[in-house]
T-cell receptor, first 112, second 115 residues
């Protein structure tokens, strides 16, 4: 999915640490910027999302930071827990079809 | 259970055979999406429906692939003359029309292995 570049590919964090995942996009037709979480054997599930008129959104331990001019947004997981170990995808939404364009994913491992 | 359900969960087939996957979306969800996910990659969009109308198809969807949503409820994805490169997880998702949250609700997927 060339339109969306996600980094890093994998991340190892100690319990209690901060996990940061970044996403860069090119298409200006994106109108909504979610992060999805996927556990092995399951479908992706919405974690948190932000609209482009807001620069930051926080829900519990999860925060999205959005930089419209740089076409980047990031996910911060505070106080990371072993239960957060999963694959995370940025998946900006196309404004016409509402389809999501997924990044390649970040595999997060939180060590106890 | 009010989530998106997919059937079968696993399918092993020989190259050249046809396979069909079924998706039952959350009731009252007008939009239905099919994605394909290969190991270590993000889901790739294949096609989507608004009610029974198929509104967009990705170039990934070759002539061997066909999707239907006959009555605007469940959907099927058929792959004819399967190839080894078709091995993947096929994910279905649904959402209500006009959803401002942008959330797609995904099923657990149908994993296809082509021998």
């Amino acid at each position: 999915q060339q339109q969306v570049k996600q980094s890093p590919q994998s991340l190892i964090v100690q319990k209690g640490g901060i996990s940061i995942i970044n996403c860069a996009y090119e298409n200006t037709a994106f109108d909504y910027f979610p992060w999805y979480q996927q556990f092995p054997g399951k479908g992706p599930a919405l974690l948190i999302a932000i609209r482009p008129d807001v620069s930051e959104k926080k829900e519990g331990r999860f925060t999205i930071s959005f930089n419209k001019s740089a076409k980047q947004f990031s996910l911060h997981i505070m106080d990371s827990q072993p239960g957060d170990s999963a694959t995370y995808f940025c998946a900006p939404r196309m404004d016409s079809s509402y389809k999501l364009i997924f990044g390649s994913g970040t595999r997060l491992l939180v060590r106890p | 259970d009010t989530g998106v359900s997919q059937d079968p969960r696993h399918k092993i087939t020989k190259r050249g055979q046809n396979v069909t996957f079924r998706c039952d979306p959350i009731s009252e969800h007008n939009r239905l999406y099919w994605y394909r996910q290969t190991l270590g990659q993000g889901p790739e969009f294949l096609t989507y429906f608004q009610n029974e109308a198929q509104l967009e198809k990705s170039r990934l969807l070759s002539d061997r692939f066909s999707a239907e949503r006959p009555k605007g409820s469940f959907s099927t994805l058929e792959i004819q003359r399967t190839e080894q490169g078709d091995s993947a997880m096929y994910l279905c998702a649904s959402s209500p029309t006009g959803a401002n949250t942008g959330e797609l609700f995904f099923g657990e997927g149908s994993r296809l292995t082509v021998l």
